[in-house]
C-alpha cells in the first residue's frame, strides 16, 4: 500500500468509525455489530502504526487510551466555572423564582434539568476538534486532563454541522451504575474495600495517570451549557438543541432530561416525577437544575463570588429507611481481609429491596454502637451501595448481647490478625483458606 492510498484508508476509516461512535454512544441506535466495529478499530490501528506520521490528532484509536499523565497541568479558566447555589426547600426556591421575576415586567421562561451526580468538565473546541478538558478545581483554575477525557466514548473528539470556530462546553462526567457495581464486585472478590459512591469513583478515575485504565471504566457524560463570546442562539434551550447537532450527548427532551418551564408549578411537576423516576436511571442524580432561558436576561443578572443569580439546583434528601439487623456474617477476600455484612430484614430502598449492607470493618462496627438484633437507619451511599447508618436506640430490646467481632476466621478457623495502623482484620492462612485459594487463581 502507497502513503496515499494509506493516507485516503485511515481518513475514510476514521470517519466511519467516528459516525457508528456517535450512533451507539451518543443516540443509542446501532447500525453495526460490536465485532464489525472492533475489526475496523484494528484495521485502523494496523495502519497507523504502519504508518504512524499520518495518525490524526482525532483519531478513534485514541479512545483506548494508553497515555500516561505524571502531572496534571494547570489551566486557568476562560470562564469561571461555578458551583450553582442550592436548596432542599420549596419555599426557598420560590424566593429564587420571586427575585428573577422582579427583575422586569416581561414573562420568564425556566429550564428544568436533571442534575448529575459526578465530575464537572470543562470541554474546549477549536475548528471542530476536541482541544482541552479541564476539571472545575478551584473554579479560576482546574486541571489539564484532556488525555483521560479522550477516552470517554460519549464525548465528541470531532464535531459536524454548523458549529462555531471556537467554544466551551461543560458538563458532568459520571460512573454508570451497572459498571461501577461490577468494579466493586471484582474488588471485594480481591479483598479489597469497595468504593463508597460512583461520583467520587468518577472523579478518582479522571485523575487517573495511565489513560488506558480510564478507558477501561465506565464512565459516560451529559454536557449541559455552551459558552462562547457572542452566543449563536438566544436561549439556552436552544444552544443544547444546537450542540446536539454538532454531536454532543446533551439532555434528551424525548426522555424528558430537560424541559421548558413557565413557571413554579411546572418547575415542581418536573421535580416531583424525577423524585421518584430517577431510581431506574443507569446513572445517579441528586437533584434538579433550574436555569433561565434567556441569555440577554442571565448575562444582565451575572454572578456573585460563587455562582451564577440566574440558576439553583433543587436537591432531593438522601432516601433512609429503618429495618432490623438479624445478623452479622463475614466474607473472606482473595487478600485474607475480612468484611462483615449486615443481614437485614428485608425493606424497600431507592426502588430495590435491600437485604445486605456492609459494614465496613470492626471499627464501624464500633462506633455504631452496633448490637445484632437492633434496629438500624440504612441509606443507600451514592444511591447504589446499601450502607448501616445509625441505630435506632430507643427501639433496642436491653437483653441483646454486646457484640463481639470474631476472633477466628469464618472459613478455615485460624486466628484472625490485624496490622497496627490496619482498618481490616486478615486470615493469614493463604495457603489453606479456601476463599484465599480459589480467589487468587480467579484472579
Known amino acids: 500500500m502507497t502513503k496515499e492510498q494509506a493516507q485516503k484508508e485511515i481518513a475514510e476509516l476514521s470517519a466511519e468509525l467516528q459516525k457508528h461512535n456517535h450512533l451507539y454512544y451518543v443516540q443509542d441506535a446501532p447500525i453495526i455489530s460490536d465485532f464489525d466495529f472492533d475489526q475496523k478499530l484494528k484495521q485502523l490501528q494496523s495502519l497507523e502504526n ?13 479512545r483506548v487510551g494508553g497515555e500516561i499523565t505524571k502531572n496534571f497541568e494547570t489551566v486557568v479558566h476562560k470562564y469561571p466555572m461555578l458551583s450553582l447555589a442550592n436548596t432542599y426547600s420549596k419555599e426557598e426556591l420560590e424566593e429564587f423564582i ?3 421575576n422582579k427583575t422586569s415586567d416581561e414573562a420568564h421562561e425556566f429550564v428544568c434539568e436533571l442534575k448529575y451526580d459526578g465530575a464537572a468538565i470543562g470541554i474546549s473546541y477549536k475548528n471542530g476538534k476536541l482541544e482541552k478538558a479541564v476539571t472545575r478545581g478551584d473554579g479560576s483554575k482546574g486541571d489539564d486532563i484532556t488525555a483521560n477525557v479522550r477516552t470517554i466514548k460519549s464525548v465528541p473528539l470531532v464535531l459536524h454541522g454548523n458549529y462555531p470556530e471556537e467554544f466551551e462546553i461543560r458538563g458532568e462526567i459520571f460512573m454508570l451504575l451497572e459498571g461501577f457495581a461490577k468494579l466493586n464486585e471484582a474488588r471485594l472478590e480481591e479483598g479489597l474495600e469497595p468504593f463508597a459512591n460512583p461520583r467520587n469513583t468518577a472523579s478518582g478515575t479522571l485523575k487517573m495517570q495511565d489513560s488506558a485504565v480510564v478507558a477501561g471504566r465506565p464512565l459516560d457524560c451529559y454536557l449541559y451549557y455552551v459558552l462562547m463570546d457572542k452566543p449563536m442562539a438566544a436561549t439556552h434551550y436552544d444552544s443544547m438543541m444546537q450542540a446536539r447537532e454538532w454531536g454532543f450527548k446533551v439532555p434528551p427532551p424525548e426522555q424528558n432530561f430537560i424541559r421548558k418551564a413557565q413557571n413554579i408549578d411546572e418547575i415542581f411537576e ?3 416525577y424525577w423524585e421518584t423516576e430517577r431510581h431506574k436511571l443507569p446513572f445517579e442524580i441528586d437533584g434538579i437544575v433550574i436555569k433561565l432561558n ?12 460563587k455562582s451564577p443569580r440566574w440558576a439553583i439546583s433543587y436537591k432531593y434528601k438522601s432516601e433512609e429507611v429503618s429495618t432490623r439487623l438479624n445478623s452479622v456474617t463475614y466474607q473472606v477476600g482473595r487478600t485474607g481481609a475480612i468484611t462483615p455484612v449486615a443481614n437485614l430484614e428485608p425493606v424497600q430502598l431507592a426502588g430495590t429491596i435491600v437485604k445486605r449492607a456492609s459494614l465496613h470493618n470492626a471499627d464501624q462496627i464500633e462506633k455504631l454502637g452496633l448490637r445484632e438484633g437492633d434496629y438500624v437507619m440504612v441509606e443507600k451511599g451514592g444511591e447504589i451501595i446499601p450502607k448501616v447508618t445509625a441505630v435506632d436506640f430507643t427501639k433496642r430490646d436491653e437483653n441483646l448481647p454486646p457484640f463481639e467481632y470474631i476472633k477466628l476466621c ?14 481490616n482484620h486478615f486470615c493469614p492462612n493463604e495457603a489453606g483458606c479456601p476463599p484465599q485459594v480459589t480467589g487468587r487463581i480467579q484472579h
Open 98 to 100: 420571586a427575585r428573577i
Open 50 to 62: 504502519q504508518f504512524p506520521e499520518l495518525k490524526l490528532t482525532t483519531s478513534p484509536t485514541q
Open 410 to 423: 469464618p472459613e478455615c478457623d485460624t486466628e484472625l490478625v490485624r496490622q497496627e495502623g490496619e482498618a
Open 294 to 305: 434567556n441569555f440577554a436576561l442571565q448575562q444582565r443578572l451575572g454572578m456573585t463570588a
Open 270 to 272: 418536573f421535580i416531583n
